[in-house]
């Protein structure tokens, strides 16, 4: 099956600085993909939708430029938490449709997910 | 927005067991997707439901999307201690009520555990 992949796994950084979470497709191509956070013992919440070429979208209440979104190819998707605190400790996972999906019966194939630790 | 309830939170149940859990929904959905979560790990994809009415298998596990598209269940037999895990329901909603294309909408999860 299609196979997605996040790195790092897991990080933790000191409060201020900024971090960079890589979400892969590694055998499919991906215009969307999806970034998702997740509070422990809590559901997945989608944060933004990444297009490739153009801006992400935003979900409502997720600040834009404190999670920076660049999709810079048909098979990378980043999120940069800029001047990160330790509120925006989470879970990270991100999600990618295959190439040609249309929104209706093909699914999303989830990363593993990067753990974030601010201090 | 829409919301999914997902119930029951957790379950304890013995090895052997059948087990039962269910998302409902207050508007109507185009998709139930039915995942698993280890901890540490993204979800993994367990049954995708695409019509109502169907009904699907994947080994153990057998799920169903409510004729009314308002809801669906996913049933585990015979369970294994590898089973636990959180089982999380998803769902597309339909884009007239404001769903995003693709956008899934997560119940809470389903903590399931298994005594040996």
């Known amino acids: 099956g299609a196979v997605v992949s996040q790195h790092p796994s897991r990080v933790i950084c000191k409060s201020g600085t900024s971090v960079k979470i890589e979400c892969r497709s590694l055998?499919?191509?991906?215009?969307?993909m999806f970034w998702y956070r997740q509070f422990p013992k809590k559901s997945l919440m989608l944060m933004a939708t990444?297009?490739?070429?153009?801006?992400?979208t935003y979900e409502q209440g997720v600040e834009k430029d404190k999670f920076l979104i660049n999709h810079a190819s048909l098979t990378l998707s980043t999120l940069t938490v800029t001047s990160a605190h330790p509120e925006d400790s989470s879970f990270y996972i991100c999600s990618a449709p295959p190439l040609g999906w249309g929104g209706g019966t093909d699914t999303q194939y989830f990363g593993p997910g990067t753990r974030l630790t601010v201090l | 927005g829409q919301q999914l309830n997902q119930s029951p939170q957790s379950m304890f149940i013995q090895e052997g067991e059948d087990v039962s859990m269910n998302c409902t929904s207050s508007s109507i959905f185009n998709t139930w997707l039915w995942y698993k979560q280890d901890p540490g790990e993204g979800p993994v994809l367990l049954i995708a439901l695409y019509k109502a009415g169907e009904l699907t298998s994947n080994g153990r596990l057998t799920a169903q999307f409510g004729i009314t598209r308002k809801d669906s269940f996913l049933n585990i037999s015979a369970s294994i201690p590898s089973d636990v895990g959180i089982y999380f329901c998803?769902?597309?909603?339909?884009?007239?009520?404001?769903?995003?294309?693709?956008?899934?909408?997560f119940g809470k999860g389903t903590k399931l555990s298994v005594k040996p």
């Open positions: 990444s297009n490739e070429g153009s801006k992400a």
């Open positions: 055998d499919f191509q991906a215009t969307t």
């Open positions: 998803a769902g597309r909603p339909l884009l007239i009520y404001g769903g995003s294309q693709g956008n899934l909408i």
